[in-house]
């Protein structure tokens, strides 16, 4: 089957946390005295990691931005988020996503998270759900210098899955990418990896313009139907 690998983003995707994310995001902006903005947390850091919200959001406000700072700003954003997870029970997981995960698993496709997200807050909620041996690699925040919009996450993801399995012969054109986000959605792009948009967080007809399938909802994924158009297009290339 030409379809081998499927990509996840994971906050707004897999596990329904963007609320919290931006409400996270606030309080850390009042804590600097800085007011938050209507709008903002959308038009700067949906689908970017919380270095390059933050670095956005403190930019525009005429801050002066060290490393030492922005490092205190998302280990202070990272504990928070460590105390909501830690007293959320069940985790908040979108309906349908876990038993996909399974279900392509379980097709024999291999499975990879790219996310803005850091990894220790993936992996744990991965463990929390019994995930973690769906998931063949993680690329998260802290391993590439470039998140998202940049391809580097996604080019990162494939590298590593080639290294992993190199009797698949992976291409960026044998895989698939899940996403929410317009940021999410041009980094899979401009890594030559065809898109699928989840309407999660915005409508579906802005999806519709920006992605090759859209759906409402991810419980809707059907395998049969993506797999038979990665099938139909190696045909025709191949003529």
């Known amino acids: 089957m030409p379809l081998?690998?499927?990509?996840?983003?994971?906050?707004?995707?897999?596990?329904?946390?963007?609320?919290?994310?931006a409400a996270l995001i606030d309080e850390i902006l009042?804590?600097?005295n800085l007011r938050p903005q209507?709008?903002?947390?959308?038009?700067?850091?949906?689908?970017?990691?919380?270095?390059?919200?933050?670095?956005?959001?403190l930019s525009r406000r005429g801050r002066v931005i060290t490393a030492d700072?922005?490092?205190?700003l998302i280990r202070?954003?990272?504990?928070?988020?460590?105390?909501?997870?830690?007293?959320?029970?069940?985790?908040?997981?979108?309906a349908g996503a876990l038993p996909l995960l399974q279900h392509l698993r379980g097709s024999g496709l291999k499975i990879a998270i790219v996310t803005g997200a850091l990894?220790?807050?993936?992996?744990?909620a991965l463990a929390r759900a019994e995930m973690t041996s769906a998931v063949d690699c993680i690329v998260s925040a802290e391993e590439v210098d470039r998140g998202k919009p940049h391809p580097d996450p996604y080019q990162r993801a494939l590298e590593r899955l080639q290294q992993q399995f190199p009797e698949l012969a992976l291409a960026a054109s044998d895989c698939l990418a899940i996403e929410d986000t317009f940021a999410g959605i041009e980094s899979a792009k401009a890594a030559g990896i065809r898109v699928m948009g989840v309407a999660h967080t915005y409508p579906f007809h802005m999806l519709q313009r920006r992605c090759h399938w859209v759906l409402d909802r991810l419980d809707q994924f059907e395998l049969e139907q993506v797999a038979a158009v990665f099938s139909r297009t190696a045909a025709v290339s191949c003529r």
């Open 4 to 21: 081998k690998a499927i990509l996840f983003d994971f906050n707004g995707v897999i596990l329904d946390d963007e609320p919290i994310h």
């Open 30 to 32: 009042l804590q600097e």
């Open 38 to 57: 209507r709008g903002e947390y959308d038009q700067f850091c949906l689908g970017r990691s919380d270095r390059a919200c933050l670095d956005n959001l």
């Open 69 to 72: 700072y922005l490092e205190t």
């Open 76 to 94: 202070k954003k990272a504990v928070a988020y460590q105390q909501w997870f830690t007293n959320s029970d069940p985790l908040p997981f979108f």
């Open 119 to 124: 990894r220790s807050e993936v992996t744990l």
